[in-house]
Nanobody, 117 residues
Framework: QVQLVESGGGLVQAGGSLRLSCATS????????MGWYRQAPGEGREFVASISWSGDSTYYTDSVKGRFTISRDNAKNTVYLEMNSLKPEDTAIYYC????????WGWGQGTQVTVSS
């Protein structure tokens, strides 16, 4: 059973930065592509970014291109999301899981990101 534990969220002013982490356990992490998602209040869960198992390939939704960077450390079973130039519309709970094209694992508790204007 895979466990996903997100951390690193917080309250930040517009234009600021945060680095999210997602620690995994229970499976061979390095074999799987991974992704980040977010859910704003009253909205559905939205795909944000994904990274291949090797880290060689990344993909971003248009609204975060040039501002967010996804990366991973397979030795630490961890995937990261570096978020720069944050905007109030980035406010959401952020989750990690497998990419939309894959079968999702159970969702973690997420980490809250709040961007004040």
């Amino acid at each position: 059973q895979v466990q996903l534990v997100e951390s690193g969220g917080g309250l930040v002013q517009a234009g600021g930065s945060l680095r999210l982490s997602c620690a995994t356990s229970g499976r061979t992490f390095r074999s799987y592509d991974m992704g980040w998602y977010r859910q704003a209040p009253g909205e559905g869960r939205e795909f944000v970014a994904s990274i291949s198992w090797s880290g060689d390939s990344t993909y971003y939704t248009d609204s975060v291109k040039g501002r967010f960077t996804i990366s991973r450390d397979n030795a630490k079973n961890t995937v990261y999301l570096e978020m720069n130039s944050l905007k109030p519309e980035d406010t959401a709970i952020y989750y990690c899981n497998r990419p939309p094209s894959s079968t999702w694992w159970g969702w973690g508790q997420g980490t809250q990101v709040t961007v004040s204007s």
